[in-house]
């Protein structure tokens, strides 16, 4: 079974700095995608970003980018020259090759202040 | 635009009552999803489905139904078995496996669903 486990249940960030959200996984499998999925005040799920385990270039998208250590099971999502929309509760998911579902993480809620 | 559209956005129900939520796509993906999501506890997957007339528990289906009878339409039945059902539910599609995204989910706006 997976598992995904986000251990900061909130953070803060000063607008324009950058921050670092934790998250670790556990899987059997070699083949397995992780995500991170943003959801706003609108409640709407919305992807950030996504990475295949076999790629070891660490994904990134504009301000978002993640440090994959695969030996540590480990996946963070670190949002540079943060703004105010970025405020949000992210969670982190993953999804084996073979499995057709996503398993979540219980979210970190992000505050971006002034 | 293509998407997914979840109705009703608010839903109040009494005990003992049953209450169905649509989930409508047109972005033509395979495979569609439920999940709950309750304060602290992340989502959970409730039912899936990979093709059309076929479907399976997810890890909480205890007092909740589906029907896949058309591809773009996935509604879910809370029924009366469903001891906590106040919680926000989330729909969801992706492409069929071995297409191209078929690992990424595309998630509708919710419902609201509370109890009285």
């Known amino acids: 079974a997976q598992t995904v486990t986000q251990s900061q249940p909130e953070m803060s960030v000063q607008e324009a700095e950058t921050v670092t959200l934790s998250c670790t996984y556990d899987t059997s499998e070699s083949d397995y995608y992780l995500f991170w999925y943003k959801q706003p005040p609108s409640r709407q799920m919305i992807l950030v970003i996504r990475q295949e385990a076999y790629k070891q270039q660490n994904a990134t998208e504009n301000r978002f980018s993640v440090n994959f250590q695969k030996a540590a099971k480990s996946f963070s999502l670190k949002i540079s020259d943060s703004q105010l929309g970025d405020a949000a509760m992210y969670f982190c998911a993953s999804k084996t090759g073979t499995a057709s579902k996503l398993t979540f993480g219980t979210g970190t809620r992000l505050q971006v202040t002034l | 635009d293509g998407g997914i559209t979840q109705s009703p956005k608010y839903l109040f129900r009494k005990e003992g009552q049953n209450v169905t939520l649509s989930c409508e796509q047109n972005l033509n993906h395979d495979a569609m999803y439920w999940y709950r999501q309750d304060p602290g506890q992340g989502l959970r997957l409730i039912y899936y489905?990979?093709?059309?007339?076929?479907?399976q528990k997810g890890d909480i289906a205890e007092g909740y139904s589906v029907s896949r009878e058309k591809k773009e339409s996935f509604p879910l039945t809370v029924t009366s078995a469903q001891k906590n059902p106040t919680a926000f539910y989330l729909c969801?599609?992706?492409?069929?496996?071995?297409?191209?995204?078929?690992?990424?989910?595309?998630f509708g706006a919710g419902s609201r669903l509370t109890v009285l």
């Open positions: 489905s990979q093709i059309v007339n076929d479907f």
């Open positions: 969801a599609s992706s492409p069929g496996q071995g297409s191209s995204g078929a690992n990424v989910l595309t």
